[in-house]
Nanobody
Framework: QLVESGGGSVQVGGSLKLSCIAS????????MGWFRQAPGKEREGVAV???????TVADSVKGRFTISKDNGKNTLYLQMDDLKPEDSGMYYC???????????????????WGQGTQVTVS
């Protein structure tokens, strides 16, 4: 089970830090990532971290968002800085066990999902 928290409303240029607690899933056992979906748009990959801590970040958020994890707490994080209105949407935590993946930022590559946390930037 993946449970996200930390969303909210923030002004342009502000910051938020999202958390995702993984229950029954070992954050060291595969890929974990953050995805987002705005109304009327498809879900898109934001940032992913692999077993060894290597990260991949979408171009749209590069330099502003940072993904990290704490294996001891089984928790995934997303630090979001310099937020823009286009960053608004529902943010989801996702996981995929294993060490191979077809497409890091593709939602179709992930098998477990949280319920999401809303981020609104205005």
């Amino acid at each position: 089970q993946l449970v996200e928290s930390g969303g909210g409303s923030v002004q342009v240029g502000g910051s938020l830090k999202l958390s995702c607690i993984a229950s029954g899933y070992n954050t060291e056992s595969g890929y974990m990532g953050w995805f987002r979906q705005a109304p009327g748009k498809e879900r898109e990959g934001v940032a992913v971290i692999d077993v060894d801590g290597r990260t991949t970040v979408a171009d749209s958020v590069k330099g502003r968002f940072t993904i990290s994890k704490d294996n001891g707490k089984n928790t995934l994080y997303l630090q979001m800085d310099d937020l823009k209105p286009e960053d608004s949407g529902m943010y989801y935590c996702a996981a995929r066990p294993g060490t191979q993946i077809a497409s890091l930022l593709s939602p179709q590559s992930y098998s477990s999902w949280g319920q999401g946390t809303q981020v609104t930037v205005s």
